[in-house]
């Protein structure tokens, strides 16, 4: 437990908020069952960020799905970061994705999603979906199936 602490600088520690976007707060820590495929799964419902034209701020459910390998994310420090993106301004495609990307930097998952289920504006709700499967595996046919119709689950 001693080596988990040291490794991990969020969890068990005064909470420092960071109000722009800032993916060095992401910290990981080792998958003791990296032989299993087995899913985890992060729901933000009260994820904030800011439209890049007007500066309005836009609400969403952030939903994280990933099959881990060796690494997984450490919540709290998943909650720091989505958190960074509240004056952020960016358009919703543009965080579901920087959101996998700092993930997949972060971990190297076999196989990651990100939705983001953007209230709406004008009367227009955004949903966007990406995900990553790891090349040459299982994982990036997965990635396939699931990006062809992840409008079906």
Not at 7 to 13: D, I, P, V
Not at 83 to 110: A, Q, T, W, Y
Not at 129 to 140: I, L, S
Request: hydrophobic share 30%.
């Amino acid at each position: 437990m001693t080596t988990r602490k040291k490794e991990l600088k969020q969890l068990g520690n005064p909470t420092e908020y960071h109000f722009d976007y800032t993916p060095e707060v992401l910290e990981a820590f080792e998958n003791k069952h990296p032989d299993n495929d087995y899913w985890v799964r992060f729901n933000c419902p009260e994820f904030t960020s800011l439209c890049p034209i007007t500066g309005q701020p836009d609400f969403a459910e952030i939903r994280i799905s990933y099959i881990p390998d060796k690494l997984m994310v450490e919540s709290k420090s998943l909650k720091l970061y989505l958190f960074s993106f509240r004056n952020h301004g960016d358009f919703h495609e543009d965080c579901v994705n920087i959101i996998m990307k700092d993930l997949i930097r972060l971990m190297n998952p076999k196989y990651i999603e990100v939705t983001g289920i953007f209230t709406p504006r004008g009367g227009i709700s955004i949903w966007p979906y990406a995900n990553y499967g790891r090349k040459n595996t299982k994982y990036e046919q997965l990635a396939e199936r699931r990006l062809f119709h992840h409008n079906e689950e």
